[in-house]
């Protein structure tokens, strides 16, 4: 969950509003274990979600797309055990699909996603192979199998009437056989991948630049920056860019991702006004401009050592409010976390014991929820047994004034309130975490 838009959630049974001429809409039947999270997210990350915390029920998603996209249909959701499981697929949407028909049943733990849509049911078919072949990695599994994923592709595509879906299946096969080849390389006494060994890409630039979905796989947009956008300075690369990419959404992406990276890596190096001269040349003719300039204006910094941290409200289980600076006085580590995220669940047994072995220092343990969902965080609370020092975040401004891009996060704060480690070891890493937190007592 990276993603920098606030994210715009409707309720099931709200009513739909009207819709735009370029809006689709998502829709379809849900069977799925209670609670859980759908969401579409689109090529930049941006989040569209709707909670579904009833079996049986309707879901509703509004999708504004000027032209035809594809975006991620992604559902968090409980297997008949209660863990946490999520699966995704691909979709299509934009002006001329008004309504995109998908109902999703996991009543069994296993997701089945069925649509009437040809240029969809691409997507569901690809997927369902890769689960069928090559889900699990392993070196026999991913040997051989280019010539079956070429079959596939090409098998699917005669199917695909929209022309963006084509490019997209061909990229997904190229991207998939680029994965076997690594899962089939030489292995590690410790079973990783011989780092002597590499994936070569299997594409020319140019037809990567040609290719209407290259936006889309972060691997082939990594390769078309580095290929075609070198440069010592922010406007050398800028301008590399343009002189080598026809206009369109993979060249704009590609320079807002520059701009951005520049921006973040000088804020608190160098002034305002000069990160605001080196960007304004390539970047004031963006509808973003205003925003990058009054966001690095006002930018003030809460993850470099010794910054305080925000005063934004963070409220515990009956509503109560307070601020991280209400815990002045002792070390504070936090554990930023969520119920949805399996990964921060994973580390709540290592977490418990370093905070009994803890328990008589010096030391403030709590854990602040990055949930959406209130009632989520508070089923996961009594489903852990967490029940001291626990709070949610009052809005989506915190997560984002603290970087926290992913999760599970650790921070420690001193005894006066300023960051001491904006990035402590996990829980798991005991012996790492433990003699850090000893050097504090």
Known sequence: MRHKCLPVILAIGAVVPALSSSASVIKGKVAINDPAVISVIDFKGHVNPVNVNHLDSAYSLNIDAENPEIMTLFIIYND?????????????????????????????????????DVNQQAFLSFTNFIIDNLRGGGNGQAKNISKKIDKQISKINKKVTNPLVKDYMELWGISTKMSAERFSRPRTKGG??????????????????KNSATKYFPEFVNYV????????????????LRSNLPAGDLLDYLETRQIVQFINLNK????????????KPVAKDKPEYEGWKNAVRGYHSYVEPGDVAPEDLILDADGKEFRISDFKGKYLF?????????????????????????????????????????????????????????????????AEKLRLNSIPRYMIYDRD???????????????????????LV
């Open 80 to 116: 008949e055990q209660g863990n946490k499981r999520q699966t995704y697929t691909p979709v299509l949407v934009g002006p001329e699909l008004a309504t995109i028909e998908m109902d999703i049943d996991a009543k069994t733990g296993t997701p089945v996603i069925t649509t009437p």
């Open 268 to 279: 608190g190096k160098i002034s305002a006004e000069e990160i605001i001269s080196e960007i």
């Open 334 to 398: 936090i554990d930023f976390w969520a119920s949805w995220c399996v990964y921060c669940v994973r580390e709540i047994p290592a977490l418990e014991k370093i905070k009994d072995e803890f328990a008589d220092s010096d030391i403030e343990f709590i854990g602040i929820s990055l949930d959406d969902n209130t009632d989520s965080w508070k089923k996961a609370l009594e489903k852990y047994n967490l029940s001291d020092n626990q709070y949610i975040v009052s809005s989506p401004d915190f």
């Open 192 to 209: 990783k991948p011989s780092r002597n060994q590499s994936a070569t890409l299997p594409v020319s630039t140019e037809y990567l630049v």
């Open 225 to 240: 920056s580095h290929e075609l956008g070198q440069g010592h300075s922010l406007a050398e690369k800028i301008n590399n």
């Open 417 to 439: 309130g300023k960051l001491l480690t904006p990035n402590a070891p996990r829980p798991k890493q005991h012996d790492q975490l433990a003699e850090l937190l000893k050097s």
